[in-house]
């Protein structure tokens, strides 16, 4: 495969990847109502590009991972890597498509074990680095969150019961016409006034709530280790055809991360309803819990190089959220977990399936 062609799989890996992926940082704001999908999209997209570009500086170890040094037994060359990126990229448009929120690092480790075993049988892949790697923090990470979910939300709502008592209106006062018998004339004219306190007339134009403000917040720190934790992996996929291509590597993450908030804001309708008002009702403090559990677990992982799927954390933090309230929705989780499920295999059967075309295709 020409590094061209590869270089384009990458980014196509990337877009995909925000379009499913935008979601996971901005859906408690959608379903707590703080703000609308456009909005929301818009916020998350800005931060994900912002954490694409820092993971160049943050989380690099996890594109040796995903390059398949160490954990596959054959080189990972054009066609092998190729074949990972199609894997990956078939599986994740069939899940956006139909609003699944699925994870791009399942997707990628599938495509690296089908396209390692269409290369070298089972031998090809190296299964005690895989599980000890990657296989552990991914199946840790979730249940993680869903624990952490369920200690820290009671935690936060004592906390920040008093601040959902206060918030900062405008105001709008409109001019008033004097009785007729003197000249009609206007007792003032249009103006705006802000007020502060513990009650907001219904008149206001608009008003801002301390935890709306927090959870604003908790939502760009989500979206922001999100491109931390997912570039370097997209990135790991088409190293050797950007450094053919003379790409330095912080031009490597920066193209990467433009791809993938492009993705985001495009095409990251459908998942994020899926996951903003599906799964569980979500509350406003329950929202910046859940973010801020997100948050704190995808960037311990990103600056750790281990490869958690932002995805399992941040629906274990909207189920835990929903769990302590009886608002989860079983049979929607259900139906994303057995998505997850087939995320590895599905991805690995695309993955063989075009290794094996790719070498067929590049045969003399």
């Known amino acids: 495969m020409a590094a061209g062609l590869l270089l384009v799989l990458m980014l196509g890996v990337a877009y995909a990847n925000g379009a499913n992926d935008v979601s996971k940082g901005v859906a408690t704001l959608v379903g707590a109502g703080v703000t609308t999908l456009r909005r929301a999209l818009a916020w998350g997209t800005a931060w994900t590009v912002a954490g694409g570009v820092l993971a ?83 199946a840790v990470s979730p249940l993680a969150a869903l624990v952490l979910m369920t200690a820290s939300a009671p935690l936060v709502g004592v906390a920040f019961r008093r601040f959902n008592r206060y918030c900062v209106c405008v105001e709008r006062e409109e001019p008033v016409v004097l009785a007729p018998g003197s000249a009609a004339a206007l007792a003032g004219v249009p103006a705006m006034r802000v007020l502060a306190g513990g009650d907001c007339p219904s008149t206001v134009v608009a008003r801002v709530n301390a935890m709306d403000s927090l959870h604003w917040v908790t939502s760009g720190t989500t979206s922001l280790v999100r491109g931390m934790n997912d570039a ?45 008002g599906k799964v569980a009702a979500i509350r406003h403090d329950d929202g910046f819990a859940a973010n801020l559990v997100t948050s704190v677990l995808v960037a311990v992982a990103s600056w750790h190089a281990l490869p958690v799927s932002t995805t399992h954390v941040a629906t274990g933090a909207v189920a835990g959220a929903g769990a302590r309230t009886g608002a989860v929705r079983w049979a929607v989780l259900r139906d994303i977990a057995a998505a997850w499920v087939l995320t590895v295999p599905g991805a690995g059967i695309v993955a063989a399936l075009a290794y094996g075309a790719l070498r067929r295709l590049g045969a003399p």
Do not use: C, N, Q
């Open 232 to 276: 370097p992996k997209i990135l790991g996929v088409g190293a050797v055809a950007a450094a053919a291509a003379g790409l330095a590597p912080a031009e490597g993450f920066a193209l990467v991360a433009l791809a993938m908030g492009l993705g985001s804001y495009v095409a990251g309708r459908r998942v994020t309803e899926t996951l903003a």
């Open 56 to 138: 160049a500086f943050a989380s690099r170890g996890l594109v040796t991972v995903f390059s398949g040094r160490g954990v596959l037994a054959t080189a990972p060359g054009p066609d092998l890597l190729g074949a990972v990126a199609l894997g990956a990229l078939g599986w994740l448009v069939v899940a956006t498509r139909t609003g699944l929120p699925v994870s791009t690092t399942h997707a990628l480790v599938g495509g690296l074990l089908g396209a390692g075993m269409a290369a070298g049988g089972a031998a090809g892949v190296r299964w005690s680095a895989v599980a000890a790697t990657i296989a552990v923090p991914l």
